[in-house]
């Protein structure tokens, strides 16, 4: 391919930047139904609010006692504070092909539902301080509003492969983070991300978002298949016939998927794209807390 | 080969026929064609095997259909024609065509022109020589080249005439040697000498006869009598009720032709001659030339109408009128009753009657005129009038002419005038000179019984002869006349009584007024009537009834005229001759029309025959239709036609409900299910469109700053949608818009008494406040003059809407022009102690007018970025922001009223509940 002409790019780039902002206004708007919580750390560590006293313990520098408190009395106190680290948030989205999938004009593509909840809940972590990037080495987490319309530029990237891969490398240890995809390739590299997050003490959420004709497989007569990208394509002569053993397959994955997430300690959950996409946010906001608290 | 009365040029395609039952296995065995389809979860169908290695069979009606469409082909191919012409054994020898060529065949003259053409190129195709006779006009057939024949049929017309019996005669005596086979094209009507014809013709070979179904129609020419016009028309044959239309043709005052009258006339069924009356005003009836049958084109169908139905005026002034009881000896009774059936009778003093133009002015017995009467009349004579005088014992003792030739005499009187044979007088009385041939009277019979006793004596002079047009036995003058100007005086030398003569009661009386143009040419008119005059033709008409001129036609022998038959010598048409009109017409009022008959041994046939027609271009289109059909059905089959069926689905049932109160609904039900803010639709395109993307811009603005969450702005129709829906409106003032109409006016004031907002936007900056400065503002008067709006003021400090939302002291749009007008505060409304503005309550403003042009300040697209630049630069956004803040102030204020306004009273009211 050409390179674009420079007297282009400015041209291309506004039109680029055209898009994200509506997806960021209703990654807001979205956000903006949920209200944010407490999102301490209910225990003690480095933060503004106070945690509890304690007294003393061998170790404790004497610049961390707190005389006011300690003069009531003859022990020495700490003054200790709620743990309010930021967290990092690494997001990963599926932007392969097989994401940029409607079966119907009405619904939206399930990319744009994933994009649309991932930049969502960023939003909100962005709110409550946290620090949110991607997973790689692409946009790794940042705190700041700033990072939002970086997120929103990335999310607006699509790829060409058939198939996303999850994407996990530089993954930051004990961080959290949350993979949406439809999840319908091979299940290896999901496995592989996963265990090495686990081994890493990354927890997180895994969003499985499908099209309602994915779950129902509506199709009847001689059929051939393509995927997306067009790199895989299977021919059928009655597509009835394999609705059965399709839905079969399908609730396999799924519950491999959630095998998978309960073995590594995350948290598995299916979305439809002609369901609410506030359901598919709270949720995935109070699995981060759950993730959280544990 | 025939299959019905459908033949094939192909047949032996037809076995293709049999291939059907494999074509029937071969598509069973043949499964439809795969959809291709884009599905991400293919990922989990990779490695499935199918059950069954069959594949959906297709439905058998849909191979029910490609079969058909199939064999249509087939058969199509194969060259199926309907009623092939093929069925005739082809003839030999030569064809003659024979043709009775009247008009009674005009009606249907191009059928049989195509009949015979078709007949002449099937001899053609044969190898037969052909020849055409036509009994209306019989010439030498000699056997020629049917293709020859053939370009002369296009220039052969029927005759105005039918064929007579000398024309039949010499027919036979013109037909070819030989034997040959005979079509006749008959006309309908019976022919005289026909079967002579017929037996000629048998002799030489068959003859078979096309006739048209339609019986020959002619009209009878229309008569006047009893104050209407009697209009006739006869047909041949009784059949079916025929509705016909009869026009009256003629002369409009300009001189123009035109269709002066429409007349019914309705043949009853099995009825052969159908009458109808009209009644036409004097005027209207003198000027019409023609009566013709609509629709009809045959010189039947026309009737010419000649001076018999435009009546003449004839003043009759008698100087004797004093004599009571002695009816029979005025002077006037005679002309009366020869007058009186065919002309308008005027009565009167002459200066009286002079005005009314009289066509004819008869002076019975008056010598002396006053010399104004004199005059006048002289003017009148000499502008074409006939003055035409009869003599009497008045004329006969007066002095008139006896020296001098008067004037309005035509010659000069002897004194006294003559008896013969009374009892004091020798000889008898004398009787009429046979008429000469300058005479206007000539031809006329003089009966034997007409004789006259006394007359007035002309004056021996060198012009008498020329001026005697009639005279006695002894050689003198009886009538005398002298051309005056354009007119004429004709002096009868006798009584217009019996007195002097018996010629009054004689029938010779009626005809030489009628010679002299006196009276109009009655009906009773016959051949000894027009004895010895010589009518010229003005105007003939041709087969088809067209009217042409004469041009250099002969004239024609008046005894001829009326009862001669028609011919080539003697056309129907207008003939004119000696001051007069007499129009010879295809049929008389007794003429019979009576329709041809056959011997059952001659085989008589219709002129349209079934055409040949080719049916393969219909079958291939079947064909391709059928496969049409498939296309759609493999589609609804397969499942890719769910689009395209559901919305035929939607669109009957749409079309099934009651439309409008399905619309209303619809729009109730989009503007109430949320918040929606609306514009007046103004008819201006792009206008609306910057509404509508202003609100729209506004909308979202709100939706991002405020807990108020429009839905899309809708455009409001004032005249159709129901605005109360609306909690505000925006109304772009444009000077094209239309004014509302009075029921949308009484919505108006009902939406704004009930707590509505109209935003009033001119768009013009500056005028605002100054009325009719711009033709926005003139609009906007027009406009809102039949709207309920209270008194108005400039947005005053502390109003409500500086504060609803944002604290604003500016309202700019596009423009920044300050002056935004809303309800005035009530005069007593005063300052609040501590408050930096007055206590104003209650209501919101029901209009806001200005001229700001928000809309294309707030206006957006879909993705939320500016339409319309505003201001200059950075400063630009800010007043952009600026407007936003106003509409958002705006809408804050229609939605909470005043109460941003009562917020005043918080203090007084803490302060309550503190105690």
């Known amino acids: 391919m050409t390179q674009p002409h420079p007297l282009t790019l400015r041209a291309r780039a506004e039109a680029e930047a055209a898009r994200f902002p509506p997806l960021l206004a209703r990654a807001e708007y979205l956000a903006g139904t949920v209200l944010l919580g407490e999102h301490g750390r209910r225990r003690a560590g480095q933060g503004d609010d106070f945690w509890q006293y304690r007294p003393v313990r061998q170790g404790d520098p004497v610049r961390m006692i707190d005389w006011r408190r300690s003069a009531r009395g003859d022990m020495q106190f700490v003054r200790e504070r709620e743990w309010q680290i930021a967290q990092s948030v690494m997001l990963w989205v599926d932007q392969a092909a097989s994401m940029r999938f409607a079966s119907d004009p009405n619904l939206p593509e399930k990319a744009d539902r994933a994009r649309l909840l991932a930049l969502a809940v960023a939003v909100?972590?962005?709110?409550?301080?946290?620090?949110?990037?991607?997973?790689?080495?692409?946009?790794?987490?940042?705190?700041?509003?700033?990072?939002?319309?970086?997120?929103?530029?990335?999310?607006?990237?699509?790829?060409?492969?058939?198939?996303?891969?999850p994407e996990a490398r530089a993954m930051i240890p004990q961080a959290r983070a949350m993979f949406v995809s439809d999840f319908l390739s091979d299940l290896l590299p999901v496995q592989a991300a996963l265990t090495k997050a686990a081994d890493r003490g990354v927890r997180g959420v895994l969003i499985q978002v499908l099209d309602p004709s994915e779950e129902a497989f509506p199709f009847q007569g001689r059929t051939i298949f393509q995927s997306m990208g067009g790199t895989l394509a299977h021919e059928t002569l009655k597509a009835g016939d394999l609705r059965g053993r399709y839905l079969e397959r399908l609730a396999e994955r799924k519950a491999a998927l959630a095998d998978l997430c309960a073995a590594t300690g995350w948290q598995y959950q299916c979305h439809h794209t002609d369901?609410?996409?506030?359901?598919?946010?709270?949720?995935?906001?109070?699995?981060?807390?759950?993730g959280a608290g544990t | 080969m025939m299959i019905g009365p459908i033949g094939f040029a192909a047949p032996w395609l037809l076995l293709g026929l049999l291939a059907l039952p494999i074509l029937w296995i071969i598509l069973r065995a043949v499964p439809p064609a795969p959809i291709r389809r884009r599905f991400p979860g293919v990922a989990l169908l990779l490695g499935l095997k199918d059950d069954e290695s069959v594949t959906d069979r297709t439905p058998w009606w849909l191979l029910l259909l490609r079969m058909l469409a199939v064999a249509a082909v087939i058969i199509g191919l194969a060259g199926p024609v309907l009623n092939p012409q093929a069925d005739r054994q082809p003839g030999n020898g030569p064809v003659l065509i024979v043709m009775d060529g009247g008009w009674a065949g005009a009606q249907d003259w191009t059928g049989r022109a195509e009949l015979a053409d078709r007949m002449l190129a099937e001899a053609g195709r044969e190898g037969r020589t052909a020849a055409i006779l036509r009994l209306s006009a019989p010439e030498q057939a000699a056997f020629q080249s049917a293709d020859l024949w053939r370009s002369r049929i296009a220039g052969m017309t029927p005759q105005p005439w039918t064929p007579t019996p000398d024309m039949v005669a010499r027919a036979i005596d013109l037909l070819p040697d030989g034997g040959f086979e005979t079509l006749w094209f008959t006309d309908g009507l019976a022919i005289d000498g026909r079967d002579d014809l017929l037996a000629a013709l048998e002799a030489r070979g068959t003859v078979r006869v096309f006739a048209s179904g339609r019986s020959p129609v002619a009209m009878v020419p229309a008569t006047y009598q009893e104050g209407v016009l009697q209009l006739a028309a006869r047909r041949a044959s009784g059949g079916p009720a025929l509705d016909l239309t009869v026009a009256a043709h003629g002369l409009d005052p300009s001189r123009t032709p035109r269709v002066l009258a429409n007349l019914p006339l309705q043949f009853e069924p099995d009825a052969t001659e159908a009458m109808t009356q009209a009644s036409l005003p004097s005027e209207l009836r003198a000027r019409i030339t023609r009566f013709e049958i609509e629709g009809l084109r045959?010189?039947?169908?026309?009737?010419?109408?000649?001076?018999?139905?435009?009546?003449?005026?004839?003043?009759?002034?008698?100087g004797r009128e004093d004599r009571e009881g002695l009816e029979l000896l005025s002077p006037l009774h005679y002309l009366r009753q020869a007058l009186a059936p065919n002309a308008d009778l005027l009565e009167g003093e002459?200066?009286?009657?002079?005005?009314?133009?009289p066509d004819v002015i008869i002076l019975a017995d008056i010598a002396t005129l006053s010399p104004s009467e004199e005059d006048a009349l002289l003017d009148w004579t000499e502008n074409g009038g006939l003055l035409l005088r009869f003599a009497g014992p008045r004329l006969a003792a007066s002095e008139v002419s006896r020296t001098d030739e008067h004037p309005l005499m035509p010659v000069r009187l002897r004194a006294g005038g003559r008896t013969v044979g009374g009892a004091m007088s020798w000889g008898d009385p004398k009787t009429l000179a046979p008429f000469t041939e300058d005479s206007p009277f000539f031809g006329l019979p003089i009966p034997d019984d007409v004789t006259v006793t006394a007359q007035v004596m002309a004056q021996p002079d060198p012009t008498l002869a020329d001026r005697v047009i009639a005279q006695l036995t002894d050689g003198?003058?009886?009538?005398?006349?002298?051309?005056?100007?354009?007119?004429?005086?004709?002096?009868?030398?006798?009584?217009?009584?019996?007195?002097?003569?018996?010629?009054?009661?004689?029938?010779?009386?009626?005809?030489?007024?009628?010679?002299?143009?006196?009276?109009?040419?009655?009906?009773?008119?016959?051949?000894?009537?027009?004895?010895?005059?010589?009518?010229?033709?003005?105007?003939?008409?041709?087969?088809?009834?067209?009217?042409?001129d004469a041009q250099t036609l002969p004239g024609v022998d008046g005894a001829a005229l009326l009862s001669a038959p028609l011919g080539p010598d003697l056309r129907p048409g207008l003939y004119d001759g000696n001051d007069r009109r007499i129009a010879r017409n295809t049929i008389s009022a007794d003429t019979v029309l009576s329709p041809a008959t056959w011997p059952a041994r001659i085989p008589v046939e219709g002129l349209s025959r079934p055409a040949e027609t080719p049916l393969a271009g219909y079958l291939l289109a079947a064909a391709l239709g059928l496969l049409l059909?498939?296309?759609?059905?493999?589609?609804?089959?397969?499942?890719?036609?769910?689009?395209?069926?559901?919305?035929?689905?939607?669109?009957?049932?749409?079309?099934?409900?009651?439309?409008?109160?399905?619309?209303?609904?619809?729009?109730?039900?989009?503007?109430?299910?949320?918040?929606?803010?609306?514009?007046?639709v103004t008819g201006d395109a792009r206008l609306d469109d910057m509404a509508q993307a202003g609100l729209r811009g506004l909308s979202e603005t709100l939706f991002f700053r405020t807990s108020v969450e429009p839905g899309a702005p809708?455009?409001?129709?004032?005249?159709?949608?129901?605005?109360?829906?609306?909690?505000?409106?925006?109304?772009?003032?444009?000077?094209?818009?239309?004014?509302?109409?009075?029921?949308?006016?009484?919505?108006?004031?009902?939406?704004?008494?009930?707590?509505?907002?109209?935003?009033?936007?001119?768009?013009?900056?500056?005028?605002?406040?100054?009325?009719?400065?711009?033709?926005?503002?003139?609009?906007?008067?027009?406009?809102?003059?039949?709207?309920?709006?209270?008194?108005?003021?400039?947005?005053?400090?502390?109003?409500?809407i500086t504060r609803t939302f944002y604290l604003l002291q500016d309202f700019p749009g596009r423009h920044t022009a300050r002056d935004v007008w809303v309800e005035a505060a009530p005069a007593d409304a005063e300052r609040i102690e501590g408050m930096p503005f007055r206590n104003l309550n209650d209501g919101v403003t029901p209009v806001v007018i200005g001229g700001?042009?928000?809309?294309?300040?707030?206006?957006?697209?879909?993705?939320?970025?500016?339409?319309?630049?505003?201001?200059?630069?950075?400063?630009?956004?800010?007043?952009?922001?600026?407007?936003?803040?106003?509409g958002v102030n705006l809408v804050m204020h229609v939605l909470t009223g005043n109460y941003k306004s009562d917020q005043v009273h918080v203090p007084a009211l803490l302060d309550r509940l503190g105690q």
Do not use: C
């Open chain 1, 124 to 165: 909100l972590l962005v709110r409550g301080g946290e620090r949110v990037g991607l997973t790689g080495t692409a946009l790794p987490p940042r705190r700041g509003n700033a990072q939002l319309l970086r997120l929103a530029e990335m999310f607006s990237r699509d790829e060409d492969m058939d198939y996303g891969i």
């Open chain 1, 275 to 290: 369901a609410a996409a506030q359901s598919a946010l709270l949720w995935v906001w109070r699995a981060l807390e759950r």
């Open chain 2, 298 to 318: 045959s010189t039947g169908a026309v009737a010419l109408s000649d001076d018999s139905l435009s009546r003449r005026e004839v003043a009759l002034i008698a």
């Open chain 2, 350 to 357: 002459l200066l009286d009657l002079l005005p009314a133009n």
């Open chain 2, 476 to 548: 003198t003058p009886l009538v005398t006349r002298k051309p005056v100007g354009q007119g004429h005086v004709v002096l009868m030398h006798v009584t217009a009584n019996a007195e002097w003569s018996s010629l009054p009661l004689s029938g010779l009386f009626v005809r030489m007024l009628e010679r002299l143009a006196v009276s109009s040419v009655g009906q009773g008119l016959v051949g000894e009537d027009l004895e010895g005059t010589s009518w010229q033709p003005v105007t003939v008409l041709d087969g088809f009834g067209r009217v042409q």
């Open chain 2, 629 to 680: 059909a498939d296309v759609i059905a493999s589609l609804a089959l397969s499942g890719r036609l769910i689009g395209a069926r559901a919305a035929v689905i939607l669109l009957v049932a749409l079309s099934a409900l009651p439309r409008d109160a399905v619309a209303d609904d619809a729009f109730a039900i989009a503007a109430t299910s949320e918040l929606r803010l609306g514009h007046i």
């Open chain 2, 714 to 800: 809708m455009a409001v129709n004032l005249e159709t949608d129901e605005i109360g829906l609306f909690p505000f409106l925006y109304w772009p003032i444009t000077p094209e818009q239309p004014t509302p109409s009075v029921e949308a006016y009484e919505k108006l004031n009902r939406y704004l008494r009930s707590g509505g907002m109209i935003l009033f936007d001119t768009r013009d900056a500056d005028v605002a406040g100054f009325g009719a400065a711009s033709p926005n503002g003139r609009k906007l008067q027009q406009l809102a003059a039949p709207l309920d709006i209270p008194a108005l003021e400039p947005i005053p400090e502390d109003h409500v």
């Open chain 2, 852 to 886: 700001n042009d928000w809309a294309a300040a707030w206006a957006m697209d879909e993705r939320g970025n500016a339409l319309f630049p505003v201001g200059r630069g950075f400063g630009g956004e800010r007043q952009r922001e600026l407007a936003f803040r106003f």
